[in-house]
């Protein structure tokens, strides 16, 4: 497996740090509102990442933070009335609730900021004995120009960076020794959260917190960092800092960065307000078609969000999902015998499709390739499996289609429980609108039903229904 490491530019052979495990940190959202769906881009990357690591047989640590402990929490929280922590549970809640519908799984950790505390302390502490931070009246900064590898992430010349942030030393900012300098523990503000520290009562950076949590819970030195390409510098480059001068190691091995979601070409952002939400997109489609969407590009192109898009997502998922229904479909009908020798042959042919499903994952996770070669075994499902091939190997088709589509989080079945409960929400609407003697009602759904394939039959003891 190679995988682009943003650090080096290169794609590189993934050789995790210890055989069979892969640690991997992605950093989560600020959450002070519902997140919108440039921050999903992210969330489903590296959920796929990790699907396809788990597929490809890892045991994988994935943990994701909550920020819940900003300037933009605090500001809404004034706003309301309420404390910044209830807002920011009410969208860890809300944020959660977006990542089930997208079929993002929980991570094995979701840290939140505001409970380690004590281990950001701790870290500050270390980098100020070791030399590489300083307190000025209770604002801690990070020595940049003592770390000699800064820049080595964001590939930044240090010194075109000094030159471009002088006019930080004329705006207030003159305590810092270097206006490269970043803050690991500022002083609190009136009516602001704080926390009591040797330095001030105040709150952490908001780099800070990741390379804690990320020590925390996955060790000193991780196989995989992740988020936004925006995190790059300074966010992740002052991780690498942090992380370096306090643990004397190497922090994360392979760096990944996913491009922007944009929306008319440019980057979909909050300040912006060119954003839609998940939610409000959840109201007009399936959240797997949004899912798909993203997919259909690779995590390191930038991506254009349009209706067209979506509804060409929409369609392709519907062919998925149909040639799984007609594969069922097929199952009832087929003769319930062992395969051929004819069908072992064919099984090869299908299996030659998750070959190719994989090597376009192995390659950086090309995500559009390997969705290219779910739809070639859809097309081949369609085309030869028919009534005359044995339950063992149209189910062996379908649930080839099924479990490739699961490593990208796509669910290509729909789920029956769902659709047995509106057919019978139907057939009671049916029954009210004929005793209401609404009969052009009553018959267009039974329509309905017939054309997603459901006959109803009224009997004696009421209305059945069956699957045609
Ligand atoms: P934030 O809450 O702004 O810190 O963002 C959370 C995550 O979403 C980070 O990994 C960001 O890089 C990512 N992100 C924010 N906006 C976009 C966008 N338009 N496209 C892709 N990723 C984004
Ligand atoms: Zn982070």
Redesign the pocket.
């Given at each position: 497996m190679r995988v682009y490491n943003t650090q080096t530019r290169k794609k590189e052979e993934f050789v995790p740090l210890v055989p069979g495990k892969v640690s991997m940190y992605?950093?989560?959202?600020?959450v002070y509102n519902f997140?919108?769906i440039?921050?999903a881009?992210?969330?489903i990357v590296f959920d796929t990442v990790r699907r396809y690591m788990e597929h490809k047989g890892y045991e994988v640590n994935y943990v994701s933070n909550f920020?819940d402990v900003d300037d933009k929490i605090i500001a809404k929280a004034n706003e309301e009335g309420v404390s910044a922590q209830e807002i920011s549970q009410r969208y860890i809640a809300e944020c959660k609730k977006d990542m089930e519908g997208m079929n993002v799984k929980p991570a094995t950790t979701h840290p939140l900021a505001t409970q380690e505390i004590d281990g950001m302390i701790e870290m500050i502490s270390t980098l100020i004995e070791k030399g590489y931070a300083y307190n000025v009246n209770g604002t801690v900064y990070f020595r940049t120009r003592k770390f000699g590898e800064y820049g080595k992430l964001s590939h930044k010349n240090l010194d075109d960076l000094r030159a471009g942030n002088r006019s930080l030393l004329v705006t207030g900012e003159d305590q810092k020794e270097d206006p490269l300098d970043f803050v690991l523990w500022k002083p609190k503000k009136e009516g602001e959260p704080f926390w009591t520290s040797p330095w001030s009562d105040g709150r952490p950076g908001w780099h800070i917190e990741c390379s804690v949590m990320s020590k925390k819970y996955l060790g000193e030195e991780i196989d995989i960092h992740a988020?936004?390409?925006?995190?790059i510098f300074p966010h992740h480059e002052n991780e690498i800092a942090q992380s370096e001068c306090c643990n004397g190691k190497i922090f994360a091995k392979y760096w990944l960065h996913?491009?922007?979601?944009?929306i008319d070409n440019r980057?979909?952002?909050?300040s912006l307000g060119n954003?839609f939400t998940v939610r409000e997109i959840s109201e007009k489609y399936d959240l797997q078609v949004l899912r798909f969407f993203m997919l259909s590009a690779h995590y390191r192109s930038p991506l254009n969000f349009s209706a067209e898009l979506m509804e060409a997502s929409g369609n392709a998922l519907e062919r998925i999902r149909n040639a799984v229904s007609n594969l069922k479909y097929l199952l009832d009908a087929a003769a319930d015998a062992p395969m051929t020798e004819a069908e072992q042959g064919s099984l090869a042919d299908v299996k030659s499709f998750e070959a190719k499903f994989d090597e376009a994952m192995d390659d950086d996770f090309n995500t559009a390739d390997a969705i290219a070669a779910v739809f070639e075994l859809v097309k081949y499902a369609n085309t030869n499996v028919t009534s005359e091939n044995s339950k063992a190997f149209v189910a062996a088709v379908r649930d080839e289609i099924i479990s490739l589509c699961d490593i990208l989080g796509i669910i290509a079945e729909e789920k029956e429980e769902l659709l047995d409960e509106e057919i019978e929400k139907l057939i009671e609407e049916r029954q009210a609108a004929r005793k209401a003697k609404n009969f052009a009602r009553a018959d267009e759904i039974r329509n309905q039903l017939l054309e997603k394939g459901i006959t109803l039959l009224d009997t004696r003891e009421g209305v059945k229904w069956k699957r045609a």
């Open positions: 992605v950093c989560g959202p600020t997140i919108h440039g921050n881009r992210p969330m920020t988020g936004g390409e925006d995190l996913n491009a922007f979601l944009n980057k979909m952002s909050k954003f």
